[in-house]
C-alpha cells in the first residue's frame, strides 16, 4: 500500500504470511511462510518461490512465528530464525547457522554497512524477558546490547546504521547502535512487538499498534514521536509493515 494508506493490494493468500521484508533494491519481497519457511515474490507479486529451511520449532518457539527475515546489503543473502540464526544465499543454498540455537532467536535485521546483524535473544526458561544482541554474519563476535528487566524486541537498524529502534514495555524505543542512550520514543499507543520499520530517509516510522487480541493496525508517526495515525484501517488484523 502508499505510505497515506491506499492503494492496498493482497499477494499472497494460500498460506499464513507474515513479516515481509523488501530486498534492497526493491525488486523482492522475503517472507515467512506459515510460521517455519521463508518465501520470495518479485515486488509486482509474481514469482513466488519458497526456499528449503530447517523450521524446527517448539511450542513456545511456534508461539514467537510472527518473526521476520532480512536480506544482506547486497540483496543477495538472507538471515532468518532457524535452529539458531541462519544466514543463506537468496536461492536457498549455503545455509550457515551463525548462533548456537540456545534460547529463541528472534526478529534479525541487518546493518546497513553487512558488519552484523541485530536480533532478540529469548532466554528458554524465561520467555519474557528477551535482550538485544548483535553478531557478525559469519557467527563472530556476539554482543550484548540491551540489559533491562522484561523484553525488548524488533531491533531495526536506522538507515545510517546510527541508531537502532525498538519496543520495551509495548512501547516504542530508541538508542545508539552501541546500545548506549536508550530512551523511549512513544508515549502512548501500545505498539505490537517485531514489526516497526524506518523509512528510507529515517524521518518517519511505520509500526503496528495494538488494537485487541484480534485486531492491530499498521500506523505510521514521525522518527521523534509525533503526528501518529493508522494507516492500514482494515477490519482483520494488520501487522509488520516495511517500507
Excluded at 540483496?75 to 530464525?81: F, H, K, L, P, S
Aim: hydrophobic share 30%.
Amino acid at each position: 500500500m502508499e505510505p497515506d494508506g491506499s492503494n492496498q493490494q493482497n499477494y499472497v493468500t494460500s498460506q499464513d504470511a507474515s513479516g515481509p521484508r523488501w530486498s534492497p533494491d526493491k525488486s523482492k519481497i522475503a517472507f515467512i511462510i506459515s510460521c517455519d519457511g521463508v518465501a520470495f515474490i518479485d515486488a509486482d507479486g509474481s514469482n513466488y518461490y519458497q526456499i528449503a529451511t530447517d523450521g524446527a520449532k517448539d511450542a513456545i518457539a511456534l508461539s514467537f512465528c510472527k518473526s521476520n527475515v532480512s536480506f544482506s546489503p547486497d540483496g543477495q543473502r538472507i538471515v532468518y530464525e532457524g535452529t539458531g540464526l541462519v544466514v543463506v544465499n537468496i536461492d536457498g543454498s549455503n545455509p550457515v547457522q551463525i548462533t548456537d540455537g540456545v534460547g529463541y532467536h528472534k526478529a534479525p535485521d541487518w546493518h546497513p554497512d553487512g558488519s552484523k546483524i541485530i536480533f532478540e535473544k529469548i532466554p528458554p526458561d524465561d520467555p519474557g524477558n528477551s535482550d538485544l544482541y548483535t553478531v557478525e554474519p559469519d557467527g563472530s563476535n556476539l554482543t550484548r546490547l540491551t540489559d533491562k528487566d522484561g523484553d525488548d524486541r524488533g531491533p531495526r537498524w536506522s538507515p545510517d546504521g546510527s541508531k537502532v529502534l525498538y519496543t520495551f514495555a509495548s512501547k516504542l524505543w530508541i538508542m545508539d547502535a552501541d546500545g548506549n542512550n536508550q530512551a523511549e520514543l512513544s508515549q502512548a499507543n501500545p505498539i505490537y512487538s517485531r514489526s516497526s520499520a524506518w523509512s528510507p530517509d529515517g524521518s518517519r516510522i511505520a509500526m503496528t499498534r495494538y488494537i485487541s487480541p484480534a485486531a492491530n493496525e499498521v500506523g505510521m508517526m514521525n522518527s521523534d514521536g509525533t503526528n501518529h495515525v493508522d494507516i492500514s484501517l482494515a477490519s482483520n488484523d494488520d501487522f509488520a509493515g516495511d517500507w
